[in-house]
């Protein structure tokens, strides 16, 4: 798997965030006079919100995590956290068989039941990510980057701040059985989520690059490294410390 990382040019997003006022409390007593007597008001602030939950992780998880999703294979080397940061990513498959749909239906479902920020979603029609099943030419015409013979490739663009704007992947559909080609799809799809480093040396990881042993679904690893860079809690940017300090290690 070799991910090729183009940046988008710089572009501005103004948040704007609102403050609900202040709640008013009016508290009145009624004297013998006939007169009412002004009402006091009291104004009283609104709580405090409560102090976000840190997500927790294994050593050996956060570890993992530092491996797979800080810079990339390829292209840009920043030592820092990329994702995409909106409440759905739509995805569109193009050339997929009815394995390769069934296939890529289970990793979203898996994907999703994992995530509390971000959602994948198939759509037939323009998307955030394109997935291309299709002969190693077919793919090759399709970008020059991938390299003829490669089982899968992964492209991801980002903003200068680091938040995901588009993905493709591409597949290639001979030469592989259907579960060697389940295992390729499931990793590319979540390499364009944000992990785009392989682990060459933890072999219990959908994101490995050894393929004798093609995996149908998320490791207990991988689990642990989804949830954290979908659990709300990191934002697009942070490096090693910054993570470090908003999880509890476990």
Known sequence: MRPLLPMLLA?????TGCTAPAHSATLSHSPAAS???????VTTEPAPPPAPVKPTISKKGLD???????????????????????AE?????HGADSASTACAKKTIADFNALTASTDLKLTTGTADIDVHIASSSKLRALDSDYGRGDDGYVEAQWSYDHVYQKGKVLIRSTGMTDRERCHTMRAEL????????????VRDSVLQDDYERPLA???????????LLYSGALTPGDNRKTVTGKVTVK
């Open 11 to 15: 572009a501005s997003v103004v948040l």
């Open 35 to 41: 007169s009412p007597a002004p009402s006091p008001s």
């Open 64 to 86: 993992y995590f530092f491996t797979v999703a800080l810079g990339a294979e390829t292209g840009d080397k920043s030592d820092v956290v990329g994702f995409w940061n909106w």
């Open 89 to 93: 990513v739509s995805v569109a498959l």
């Open 190 to 201: 979540t390499q364009a989520m944000g992990f785009l480093n392989d682990s060459g040396n």
């Open 217 to 227: 679904q998320y490791t207990a690893l991988d689990k642990e490294v989804i949830r």
